[in-house]
């Protein structure tokens, strides 16, 4: 088991990693380089943040959760993706030890944080992210021992296609869109990773977990009242969920 200072160590790298996880939710749906400007702005008076302002989660605290120049409140979104970034970064350390294998999943679960957030403001995933994740998480398969290349370019087909074809028939029923493009490319990026039993568990998670939401809200607001509830966070945290708890729970169906 790993003591107190490793867990440390890697607890505090995931909140560095979140708060740069930060400046992608708020620059790439505004179309900025995430790398020009390199230091962080108020996004209010645009001045710059001192790097001991921009320590994670303890400059929020020190601040009072507002800006040091122009006393604007800051989102509690910054320091709450700081901590769910470490949070995943040690659960990740205990699942699978120090190995090449945390570090994929980590970089692929911070990828979905990003998504996650960017459709809940925006109604949007980026292609920025999705699309370069497809190849990458091909050739990542390499990396991980329960996911052949098979299997991850199954996870491709099975996952961009399932949702393509949900959507064309959606479409050709109520002759609307009922789910964008964005979520089928998300689902393919997805399958890449976890392969096609994961892509199974996470449409299955997903839905689940969509009509409880979509149920509660038309019971809030109106069984008559039409509104948009992005899919994508509900994907993003059924491939999560399969990464930490998929192989027990497939195992526990099987029996």
């Given at each position: 088991?790993?003591?107190?200072?490793?867990?440390?160590?890697?607890?505090?790298?995931?909140?560095?990693?979140?708060?740069?996880?930060?400046?992608?939710?708020?620059?790439?749906?505004?179309?900025?380089?995430?790398?020009?400007?390199?230091?962080?702005?108020?996004?209010?008076?645009?001045?710059h943040i001192r790097f001991y302002d921009n320590i994670p989660v303890l400059s929020y605290i020190w601040l009072k959760g507002r800006c040091r120049n122009c006393?604007?409140?800051?989102?509690?979104?910054?320091?709450?993706?700081?901590?769910?970034?470490?949070?995943?970064?040690?659960?990740?350390?205990?699942?699978?030890?120090?190995?090449?294998?945390?570090?994929?999943?980590?970089?692929?679960?911070?990828?979905?944080?990003?998504?996650?957030?960017?459709?809940?403001?925006?109604?949007?995933?980026?292609?920025?992210?999705?699309?370069?994740?497809?190849?990458?998480?091909?050739?990542?398969?390499?990396?991980?021992?329960?996911?052949?290349?098979?299997?991850?370019?199954?996870?491709?087909?099975?996952?961009?296609?399932?949702?393509?074809?949900?959507?064309?028939?959606?479409?050709?029923?109520?002759?609307?869109?009922?789910?964008?493009?964005?979520?089928?490319?998300?689902?393919?990026?997805?399958?890449?990773?976890?392969?096609?039993?994961?892509?199974?568990?996470?449409?299955?998670?997903?839905?689940?977990?969509?009509?409880?939401?979509?149920?509660?809200?038309?019971?809030?607001?109106?069984?008559?009242?039409?509104?948009?509830?992005?899919?994508?966070?509900?994907?993003?945290?059924?491939?999560?969920?399969?990464?930490?708890?998929?192989?027990?729970?497939?195992?526990?169906?099987?029996?």
């Amino acid at each position: 088991m790993f003591n107190f200072l490793t867990v440390s160590i890697i607890f505090i790298f995931g909140m560095c990693i979140g708060s740069f996880l930060n400046v992608c939710i708020y620059r790439l749906p505004a179309s900025k380089s995430i790398a020009n400007p390199p230091r962080s702005i108020c996004p209010n008076c645009n001045s710059h943040i001192r790097f001991y302002d921009n320590i994670p989660v303890l400059s929020y605290i020190w601040l009072k959760g507002r800006c040091r120049n122009c006393d604007t409140p800051i989102s509690f979104r910054y320091p709450m993706v700081e901590v769910m970034s470490g949070t995943v970064a040690v659960a990740l350390l205990f699942k699978f030890g120090l190995s090449l294998e945390s570090l994929v999943y980590f970089v692929f679960i911070s990828s979905l944080l990003v998504i996650t957030f960017i459709d809940l403001d925006h109604k949007i995933i980026p292609d920025v992210i999705s699309l370069p994740g497809i190849p990458i998480g091909l050739v990542a398969s390499f990396a991980l021992p329960t996911i052949t290349l098979k299997a991850s370019a199954l996870g491709l087909l099975i996952g961009g296609g399932s949702l393509w074809f949900v959507a064309w028939a959606y479409n050709l029923i109520a002759h609307r869109d009922g789910m964008g493009g964005g979520d089928i490319k998300l689902l393919a990026m997805i399958g890449t990773i976890i392969g096609w039993k994961g892509v199974i568990f996470t449409i299955f998670a997903s839905s689940v977990m969509g009509s409880c939401v979509g149920i509660t809200m038309m019971l809030i607001k109106g069984k008559n009242m039409k509104f948009a509830i992005p899919f994508g966070p509900f994907l993003s945290i059924g491939a999560i969920a399969y990464v930490f708890f998929g192989a027990q729970f497939i195992a526990w169906y099987l029996n």
